[in-house]
């Protein structure tokens, strides 16, 4: 294009090839440390840390479990502690002391099937409140974990008697800007979306998009819930502006088809919100920036308050790999590294280049 | 659609007819140079891109490039230009940007290496810390996941592309879901929720447990998240997450963001504050100067925002921005009224709010390594605190209580941070400190740190009350010891008993026998507000007197004396004592008061002579004043820090200021005048130079109908802005209140004739001319009505302004310099109707100069009144200098206009003149002149 230096860049900066197959990968805070989670062939689980030196990942540590891990997360934990929670096959949830890793700190029987997705809030100074973990499950329930809590979970969603389960594919917190306010937004196969408020325990607004739900991510999670984005099978994603909620027409979007197959996963830049990193089942990566529009909300013909969504902007798009990339996380310490895991069984070290000029 | 949108797409539907052909394929003569050329439809070109690219009609690789070249021309951001990129790599990029992002990212591992070493080992708070976390949520709370029973209905099933599966099908009850449907939408209509952004967001955030890293961290995250609320233009939202940061640990950056955050919602008060902090931590950053500059162009003062401005441009001459900016201020001050030199303020003490807050965001230690405003390091803070404040407060002993028993640590904290304003006064602190014990404590140890050679007293940062052994300047541990258990009593309010341990240490320092007259002196002076506490004003009295036998001129003493002298009714020798207190500190404002009320109760007690029964007010020498900065009379000596200091004064009097001023100009708003004008005459005490506040308070008396005031400050204020239409406009006002419609009229012309459009005026000059033929029609002279308030006027006046008077003290200026001293002395000699006196002004002026002297001035009045006194007093004397001024008066501005509205007594008045003119003989001028002359004159 006219100033392709302009542009930021993506640049791959590490591959590895791993002996598993990897399902998600995750920096260690405050560090040039990454874990990778995955599954042997033989059937167990893997866990390995991998420090990025000088142009290479070097093998700290590794750690084999009985059961495939599904997906991790520092979001619960102090900046000292830096226990990683997981998710496993088995529907089991763990936190774990890296340094000690034996035996589990916390360890719950969180769901009968496998757990697909977890997040968490309240740790690493995100968010004010309780540290807490939320887990969806392929057995329809969405369940949010308090560490200081034994085996019961401190909120559970799940279909009433008669409904329907649903296999629920991604889950994601967001509004914990205070201590009272949060919000846990579940996306499920048949492209149902559900914010569940956990303040008021109750199901704050709902929609469907279509198809099955890869990925929701709030663009912060520790400020009023601002965009929400969700991605799907079919390869668009949704950006809501999560700002005015009408009492019908829910919030406003915007939705950009930008990959030509089922984008995995979204993930937000932590030193921007704006920019946001789709990563797609073709093994390309996409770098959108969203753009507000001149007033986010308006009037609709009964002179309530409807939200008004912005445009979204493709920055950059590159291809890494033939298969999907199934992980992608941003550095939180330094702007523009990321790592992403893909069912080539490799996982790569990104530098996105002149993000603080988008 | 409009007509022209429908035309367009009929001709290109006539120019490209059949964009499709019958397949909905793109027809194969489209796939040509010419005709992609021409082709406007985005659309259109991205089908034939696609077949291009499909190499279905062969490959034309030039083509393809010369379609894509064309679509990007039309619609940059076409997904049909998207094309899958390999992933760059080091290879892909120049080698200098790649060795800069390896060596930056070799750089953060080595970092994060160190970073995470620091984080391993454990906070001493860790694991205790946890009293802020909420509890654990209530156990395992089923929330269902429909959002209520009636939108679980509406929504599940259609939500679902196909049902699954037959049993799917067999569940579904058309008629049950349709009634649900509607019973729902009949329902519920919630209200719209609105997350506007910044509710509830805290502006605090607890961080007591966390490691120094930690809060950087946090503090950083804070600040990003208050970028991108900025960039998405919640600025509200902003500032509550740039507070947030900036009390976790406050940097310059997150200062100056706040700052224009602040801007941006107009609250230009606070963006100010925040750039001063920055320029306070970082004097020369551009970015708070230029945000600055912005602040002061909005809030009025110019020739701030100019200095700011310059300032900038001094460090980077070539920011054009900055550049850019300045030409349009100094564009806007010259079209303003000319800047005053900016000296002799008033400096009144009123910052109070402004440093509370400044204290507040200072005051928790997050960052006491910030050196703030060049305050010697060594000192610790407390001690810092102290020293500033010793010599500032004591006349807080006149009215203390002493109740306060944090009075020490708070004013610690707070002091310190508040030295960075070059140790000006300020209120707050007195009240802070109105217990005179730790005062006392502190002023003794002042006086070593900044005089004796010992090392600084150890006395800092153990509060004085507390540590009862805390060595106090000269005095032996014994005495100290005294003298502190003295001063936490009186601070406790036991007032007697702290009487006692002064009254011991006296004793015990006579017998020792040291030579310390300091120390005696606070003694002394602690004692003395013991007594003074205890009503016993005759023994306060006492010890004060010996305190100043032993440290003359020291302030406290002085003021306890004074204030016994005062609640003993012998108020000759208080206003004595407040006198001399204020030739000492000249910013003591309960002595200001004192002298205020004092000097009254006097003038009532022994009328007008009441000064001559006053005892000698001593002259204070130089060494022994403080706080006369603005007074230095050695600019040559301390330029540079005389400079600092009055700049310093004035950007605080400049602040307080416009604070003043946006105060009135709120109340305006809100239709409360009283209380506007109480702010604009506060605002005139500090800048009595400012046009616009004097015609924004005329307004204000406009409105409370006080109309001899508000033609006073638009005299004012066309006396500082001789074109000030509002001025104009706003005397107008006043003087159709004051049933003057003649001058009325002619104001009303100057608007006009300055700016023809301005309706209002129009209007108001039909009314007023209306009115003016109604009133002299019926035949009286309604200048006759006309109660005339000069005096008063002029008297209230030059309270406000501090420029010197030409008619102080009743006589009048007979030899006026300008148009403005000339305007005062014609005014003056009018008020009191002494036509001789403005015979002797127009005799001592040269005739030539009359029409500049008298400039806009002219109106039926004073147009009157001159050609009284050339008749009644100058033609007798010099018919010579009458002629020649009545010739030159005629070419003076607005004469015609005022000419025609001259009432029947006046123009009486002129025929008469012209009569008794043409009957003098004189050489300077013949009958015939007198005659065309008259012809001017007289229509």
Known sequence: ?358 | MSVSEVSSLLNRDNTFSATLDHDGKVPVEHLDYGYIEKCKNVKHLEKILRVLRSGEEGVYPHLNQFCEDRVKSLDPTSRALRKEQPVATAASLPTEEWSQIREDLQRWQEESKDLEALMLQPSIFHGIGNENVPPVRGTNISVPLGQNPASKAKNKPPKRALPLDYKDWDKYDVDKECEMIDGSESKKDPAPVINSGHVKIRTRVDVTTLTEKEKLLMASREKDKGNEAFRAKGYEEAVAYYTRSLSIVPTVAVFNNRAQAEIKLQRWHRALQDCQRVLELEPINLKALLRRATVFQHQGSLPLAAEDLRAVLRVEPHNTAAAKHLTEVDKKIREGQPELPIKGRKILIQDIEEDEEEAEEHARPVDPRQPVGGVDSVVSPVERGDMGNAQKKPYGGGRGDGASPHSDASNGSHGHHRRGRGGSWDKHKAAAHESPGPGKAANGTGKRGSTASEPGAAKGGRPAGVDLDAPCGALPPPLARLKNEGNLLFKNGQFSDALGKYSQAIAGFTESGIDSPEDLCILYSNRAACYLKDGNSQECIQDCSKALELQPFSLKPLLRRATAYDSMERYRPAYADYKTVLQVDNSVQAAHSSVNRITRLLIEQDGPEWREKLPDIPLVPMAAQQHRREEIPTPEVLQARAEKAAQDTARRSELRFTALKQEGNEFVKKGQFQDALGKYTECLKLKPEECTVYTNRALCYLKVEKFAEAKQDCDAALGLEPTNKKAFYRRALANKGLKDYLASSSDLQEVLQQDPGVQEAEKELEEVTALLRQSLASGASPRKKVPITEVDGDQDRSVADSAPRPQEGGAINMQPADAYEFGHSLNAARSRGDAAACADLLSSVDPERLPRLLSNQLDGHVMAFVLEALDEHLLARDPGRVYRLLQSLHTAERFTVVLMLLETAERRRVTQLFEHLSSVQSDDFTKDDVQNMANIYII
Not at chain 1, 60 to 86: V, Y
Not at chain 1, 224 to 230: F, G, H, Q, S
Request: hydrophobic share 35%; glycine share 10%; aromatic share 8%.
């Open chain 1, 1 to 358: 294009m006219s100033t392709p230096f302009e542009k930021p860049q993506i640049i791959s900066h590490i591959q590895k090839s791993l002996n598993y197959t990897i399902f998600d990968c995750k920096w260690i805070p405050c560090s040039a440390k990454l874990v990778c989670l995955g599954n042997l062939a033989r059937g167990t689980g893997v866990l390995q840390i991998y420090e990025v030196q000088g142009g290479e990942l070097k093998l700290n540590r590794e750690i084999e479990k009985a059961k495939p891990f599904k997906c991790g997360t520092f979001g619960a934990t102090s900046l000292q502690q830096r226990h990683l929670a997981t998710g496993d096959f088995d529907g089991n949830l763990h936190i774990w002391d890296l340094e000690a890793a034996t035996e589990p700190l916390y360890s719950v029987k969180a769901h009968k099937e496998i757990v697909n997705s977890l997040d968490g809030v309240g740790g690493l100074g995100v968010g004010d409140g309780a540290p807490e973990i939320v887990t969806g499950s392929r057995d329809g329930t969405v369940k949010v974990w308090d560490p200081r809590q034994k085996d019961t979970p401190v909120a559970n969603m799940e279909p009433g008697a008669g409904e329907a389960k649903r296999d629920c594919w991604t889950v994601a917190f967001g509004h914990a800007f205070n201590q009272q306010d949060r919000c846990v937004c579940a996306g499920y196969d048949n492209g149902d979306i559900k914010l569940f408020d956990l303040r008021n325990m109750a199901v704050r607004w709902e929609t469907n998009i279509k198809n099955g739900v890869c990925c929701v991510e709030f663009d912060r999670k520790d400020i009023n819930m601002n965009k929400l984005v969700a991605t799907s099978l079919e390869g668009t994603f949704h950006v809501f502006d999560m700002r005015t909620q009408h009492p019908t027409k829910g919030f406003a979007s915007v939705s950009e088809k930008g990959h030509k197959s089922t984008i995995w996963q979204v993930r937000h830049l932590p030193q921007n919100r704006d920019v946001f990193m789709t990563a797609g089942g073709a093994g390309n990566l996409h770098l959108w920036k969203y753009d507000y529009p001149a007033q986010r909300s308006g009037e609709d013909s009964e002179g309530g308050a409807v939200g008004v969504a912005g445009t979204v902007n493709l920055l950059q798009n590159v291809t890494l790999s033939t298969q999907p990339i199934a992980s992608l996380d941003w550095s939180p310490d330094k702007q523009g590294l990321c790592v992403c895991s893909a069912f080539d069984q490799s996982v790569r070290v990104l530098i996105v280049t002149k993000l603080n000029r988008v």
